[in-house]
C-alpha cells in the first residue's frame, strides 16, 4: 500500500518540481505582535457541554498513545516509532493530527485562506495542496502553488530540507518529505517556501516568508483543518522560523461561543489584560531526545486539603533517555498521568469524596463516580479541591477543569487518564480559561486565570 502511495505521488512531486525557480530558505527576524482568534474544531455544533467534551475525549485518545510511543525513550530525531515503523528506520512519529483548534491564515501572492490545526506538539508547518492525488476533506480550497507568484520548491541543499528526517530529491534538485503523525496521519509532498500572511484581531495583516509542506498526497485526519501549524521548538516549526520570543494563548471552554486567542511576536506589552487572578511562573526545560516538547518541572498533586506523597523522581524528565518527565500541550484534551500517579489520585479523591465508581460509564468517560439520586437534578455534587504544583508556583484548579458532570447518567468524571507510559501531559481542558505565556527568551512558562 504504501509503495503504491510513492508511486502515486512522484509524477505529482516532479510535476510541481518543474515550476521551480531559485528557492530560497532565508527569514528575516520577526518583529512586532500578532494576535489572532482561535476556533475550536467542533464551535458552531449544536450539542451540550458533555458530548462536546466526549467528543474531544475520543479524539485525544490517537494523541495520548503517540505522545507515550515519543517519550518512550528512543534518542534523538528518531525517537517514538511503532511497533510498524520500527521496521522502517528514519521515520519519526509525532503526536497525531487530531488536535483541537484552529488559527486562519493565508498563504500565497495572491493570499488563499487556509485553516490549520494549532500543534505545540509537533513542528512541520503543512497545507494540502493542488493536484491532490489523495487529499482528506478540508472546509477550504485546497492551496494551489501554482496561482501564487511567491511559490518557491526548496533545493535539496536548503537548510530546513535537512531538517526534515524523511527527505528525498527528485531532479531538478526539489525537496520532496514525508511527516508521520502517531494516529496514522501522513503527509507527502513538496517541501518549499512560500508568503504566509496572518490578519491580526487589530485588522493589522502581517506576513512572512517561510518553509512549509505542500502535501499531494495525505491520508489520516485532518479533523475539519487544510493542514497543521506545527508550534514546537524544533527548527521547521513556525515558532523557530520566525524567531518567535514569546507566544501565548488563552482557551474558552468548549461550549463557549467567545473565541479562543493565540498572541504571538515580541509581546512586550504584556498579555495578562484579562486575567483576573495572580501570574505564576516555572521554568521551561528541554530534552535533547525529544527537542519538540515543552517540559515543565511538575512536583506534586495536592487533593482537597492533602498533598500525594508523589517522590519527585516520578515526574523527573531523565537525562539518559528522556523518558518520564511532565509536557505542557495544546493538541491533547485530558491531562494524563502514569499509572501509579493516576491510581493514587483517584485513591485520594475518592477517599474524600466518599462515592462508589458508576456502573454506568463508559471507555470515553474516564474515571467515574455514582453520584446520589436526589442529586441528579439538583446542584453539583462538592468535590475536593485539585493543586498541581510546579517549580515555583502552584495551579488551583477550578471545578469545571477537571470534573465533567453527567446529571443524566447520575455520575461525574475526573477528566485525567492513564499516559501509558513514564511520562505526564498537561492538557488543554486543563488549561481552559487561563492565559498561557511560553517565554522562549526566558525560558519560562508563565500562567494565570483569566475570562478567556
Same mark, same amino acid.
Given at each position: 500500500?504504501?509503495?503504491?502511495?510513492?508511486?502515486?505521488?512522484?509524477?505529482?512531486?516532479?510535476?510541481?518540481?518543474?515550476?521551480?525557480?531559485?528557492?530560497?530558505?532565508?527569514?528575516?527576524?520577526?518583529?512586532?505582535?500578532?494576535?489572532?482568534?482561535?476556533?475550536?474544531?467542533?464551535?458552531?455544533?449544536?450539542?451540550?457541554?458533555?458530548?462536546? /467534551?466526549?467528543?474531544?475525549?475520543?479524539?485525544?485518545?490517537?494523541?495520548?498513545?503517540?505522545?507515550?510511543?515519543?517519550?518512550?525513550?528512543?534518542?534523538?530525531?528518531?525517537?517514538?516509532?511503532?511497533?510498524?515503523?520500527?521496521?522502517?528506520?528514519?521515520?519519526?512519529?509525532?503526536?497525531?493530527?487530531?488536535?483541537?483548534?484552529?488559527?486562519?491564515?493565508?498563504?500565497?501572492?495572491?493570499?488563499?485562506?487556509?485553516?490549520?490545526?494549532?500543534?505545540?506538539?509537533?513542528?512541520?508547518?503543512?497545507?494540502?495542496?493542488?493536484?491532490?492525488?489523495?487529499?482528506?476533506?478540508?472546509?477550504?480550497?485546497?492551496?494551489?502553488?501554482?496561482?501564487?507568484?511567491?511559490?518557491?520548491?526548496?533545493?535539496?541543499?536548503?537548510?530546513?530540507?535537512?531538517?526534515?528526517?524523511?527527505?528525498?530529491?527528485?531532479?531538478?534538485?526539489?525537496?520532496?518529505?514525508?511527516?508521520?503523525?502517531?494516529?496514522?496521519?501522513?503527509?507527502?509532498?513538496?517541501?518549499?517556501?512560500?508568503?504566509?500572511?496572518?490578519?491580526?484581531?487589530?485588522?493589522?495583516?502581517?506576513?512572512?516568508?517561510? *518553509?512549509?509542506?505542500?502535501?499531494?498526497?495525505?491520508?489520516?485526519?485532518?479533523?475539519?483543518?487544510?493542514?497543521?501549524?506545527?508550534?514546537?521548538?524544533?527548527?521547521l516549526s513556525l515558532v523557530s522560523q520566525m524567531s518567535i520570543r514569546r507566544f501565548s494563548y488563552?482557551?474558552?471552554?468548549?461550549?463557549?461561543?467567545?473565541?479562543s486567542t493565540l498572541f504571538f511576536g515580541s509581546l512586550a506589552a504584556g498579555v495578562y489584560d484579562?486575567?483576573?487572578?495572580?501570574?505564576?511562573?516555572?521554568?521551561?526545560?528541554?530534552?535533547?531526545?525529544?527537542?519538540?516538547?515543552?517540559?515543565?518541572?511538575?512536583?506534586?498533586?495536592?487533593?482537597?486539603?492533602?498533598?500525594?506523597? /508523589?517522590?519527585?523522581?516520578?515526574?523527573?524528565?531523565?537525562?539518559?533517555?528522556?523518558? *518520564?518527565?511532565?509536557?505542557?500541550?495544546?493538541?491533547?484534551?485530558?491531562?494524563?498521568?502514569?499509572?501509579?500517579?493516576?491510581?493514587?489520585?483517584?485513591?485520594?479523591?475518592?477517599?474524600?469524596?466518599?462515592?462508589?465508581?458508576?456502573?454506568?460509564?463508559?471507555?470515553?468517560? *474516564?474515571?467515574?463516580?455514582?453520584?446520589?439520586?436526589?442529586?441528579?437534578?439538583?446542584?453539583?455534587?462538592?468535590?475536593?479541591?485539585?493543586?498541581?504544583?510546579?517549580?515555583?508556583?502552584?495551579?488551583?484548579?477550578?471545578?469545571?477543569?477537571?470534573?465533567?458532570d453527567d446529571q443524566r447518567r447520575g455520575s461525574l468524571c475526573l477528566l485525567l487518564a492513564d499516559?501509558?507510559?513514564?511520562?505526564?501531559? /498537561?492538557?488543554?481542558?486543563?488549561?481552559?480559561?487561563?492565559?498561557?505565556?511560553?517565554?522562549?527568551?526566558?525560558?519560562?512558562?508563565?500562567?494565570?486565570?483569566?475570562?478567556?
Open positions: 500500500m504504501k509503495q503504491a502511495l510513492v508511486a502515486l505521488a512522484l509524477p505529482l512531486l516532479l510535476a510541481a518540481s518543474l515550476y521551480a525557480s531559485t528557492p530560497s530558505d532565508s527569514t528575516a527576524a520577526f518583529a512586532g505582535d500578532v494576535r489572532v482568534d482561535l476556533t475550536h474544531v467542533d464551535a458552531g455544533k449544536q450539542m451540550s457541554r458533555r458530548e462536546l /467534551i466526549r467528543r474531544a475525549m475520543r479524539r485525544s485518545k490517537a494523541r495520548a498513545a503517540a505522545l507515550s510511543v515519543a517519550r518512550s525513550g528512543n534518542n534523538g530525531r528518531h525517537a517514538g516509532k511503532s511497533a510498524e515503523e520500527q521496521q522502517q528506520p528514519g521515520v519519526a512519529v509525532r503526536p497525531s493530527g487530531d488536535l483541537e483548534y484552529l488559527v486562519d491564515l493565508a498563504i500565497g501572492t495572491p493570499p488563499q485562506p487556509v485553516s490549520a490545526l494549532l500543534d505545540t506538539g509537533s513542528d512541520l508547518i503543512w497545507t494540502q495542496c493542488a493536484p491532490c492525488a489523495s487529499c482528506l476533506p478540508q472546509p477550504d480550497p485546497l492551496f494551489a502553488p501554482g496561482a501564487s507568484s511567491s511559490y518557491e520548491p526548496m533545493r535539496c541543499s536548503g537548510q530546513l530540507c535537512g531538517e526534515i528526517l524523511h527527505h528525498a530529491c527528485q531532479r531538478p534538485d526539489t525537496c520532496t518529505y514525508r511527516y508521520n503523525y502517531g494516529d496514522g496521519t501522513t503527509t507527502l509532498g513538496v517541501y518549499a517556501t512560500e508568503r504566509f500572511t496572518f490578519s491580526s484581531s487589530s485588522g493589522e495583516r502581517v506576513s512572512a516568508l517561510l *518553509g512549509f509542506g505542500c502535501g499531494n498526497m495525505n491520508i489520516g485526519s485532518l479533523n475539519n483543518g487544510s493542514g497543521i501549524v506545527g508550534f514546537g521548538r524544533n527548527p488563552c482557551l474558552t471552554p468548549y461550549a463557549s461561543a467567545r473565541k484579562d486575567a483576573n487572578g495572580p501570574v505564576q511562573t516555572t521554568r521551561l526545560l528541554q530534552s535533547p531526545h525529544n527537542p519538540t516538547f515543552y517540559y515543565v518541572p511538575f512536583t506534586g498533586v495536592t487533593v482537597g486539603t492533602r498533598r500525594l506523597r /508523589i517522590p519527585l523522581s516520578v515526574f523527573a524528565l531523565s537525562p539518559a533517555d528522556g523518558s *518520564g518527565g511532565v509536557i505542557v500541550d495544546s493538541g491533547t484534551v485530558l491531562t494524563l498521568f502514569p499509572a501509579a500517579v493516576l491510581t493514587e489520585v483517584v485513591r485520594a479523591f475518592r477517599a474524600q469524596l466518599r462515592l462508589p465508581f458508576a456502573n454506568s460509564s463508559g471507555p470515553d468517560d *474516564g474515571v467515574c463516580f455514582a453520584t446520589a439520586p436526589m442529586r441528579r437534578r439538583g446542584a453539583p455534587v462538592p468535590v475536593p479541591r485539585m493543586v498541581f504544583h510546579f517549580e515555583g508556583a502552584d495551579l488551583d484548579l477550578p471545578r469545571r477543569n477537571y470534573i465533567l499516559s501509558g507510559d513514564s511520562g505526564s501531559t /498537561i492538557g488543554n481542558f486543563l488549561q481552559q480559561d487561563m492565559r498561557v505565556l511560553y517565554d522562549l527568551e526566558a525560558e519560562t512558562l508563565s500562567f494565570a486565570p483569566a475570562d478567556c
